[in-house]
């Protein structure tokens, strides 16, 4: 494709998806803002390793999940995470992790409860969980086999239960 590709037109089409991407992974609206920045810059430099453009939007999310965990790195923010402010009072969450993802006013407590696990498995949960993407798509940006996305899916929900749960002062018992 190399030459041909037009990056304003893919801007267009998945600067959104990048964006919201950047957004869950960070936590962070001006980070999101830079991430997309610089994934979108990364494309223009790399344009020629896009073979497909079918294969674009894989390709920028790619992109934009290694572009947001370097930022991450730079920022040392798994070192410095933001204290929860105000404990979590509904007990009958423990049961149903959806009907807790609903609820609006404990967004602050997910985005503080993702931003203590692994980045892979934050960016299984952003892809597969929130941005609902399907398990081979989700494979294919991640760059893995999809098994792996489905135990690592798996792994990621039983840690940000446990995380939650602490968060909230509730032992959620042993997890990977």
């Known amino acids: 494709m190399g030459e041909g590709l037009d990056i304003e037109s893919l801007y267009r089409e998945f600067h959104k998806d990048v964006y919201h991407f950047s957004f869950y992974f960070s936590s962070n609206k001006q980070d999101a803002e830079d991430i997309t920045q610089e994934?979108?810059?990364k494309a223009i430099r790399n344009q020629h390793t896009l073979r497909d453009q079918a294969?674009?939007?894989?390709w920028l999310l790619s992109i934009a999940r290694h572009?947001?965990?370097d930022h991450l790195r730079k920022k040392k923010l798994r070192s410095t995470f933001p204290a929860l402010i105000e404990k979590i009072s509904s007990q009958d969450?423990?049961?149903s992790?959806?009907?807790?993802?609903l609820?609006?006013?404990?967004?602050?407590?997910?985005q503080d409860a993702l931003l203590k696990i692994k980045p892979h498995y934050r960016g299984v949960l952003i892809l597969r969980g929130i941005q609902e993407m399907t398990i081979k798509e989700t494979a294919e940006i991640l760059t893995?086999?999809?098994l792996k996305v489905r135990v690592d899916f798996h792994r990621a929900v039983k840690v940000l239960k446990?995380?939650?749960?602490?968060l909230e002062g509730v032992d959620q018992g042993e997890t990977d």
Request: with cysteine.
């Open 97 to 101: 992790l959806d009907a807790y993802l």
């Open 67 to 69: 572009t947001a965990i």
């Open 93 to 95: 969450r423990k049961d």
């Open 39 to 41: 994934t979108f810059i």
């Open 55 to 58: 294969r674009a939007k894989y």
């Open 144 to 146: 893995c086999s999809e």
């Open 103 to 110: 609820e609006k006013e404990h967004w602050q407590d997910i």
């Open 162 to 166: 446990k995380e939650l749960g602490r």
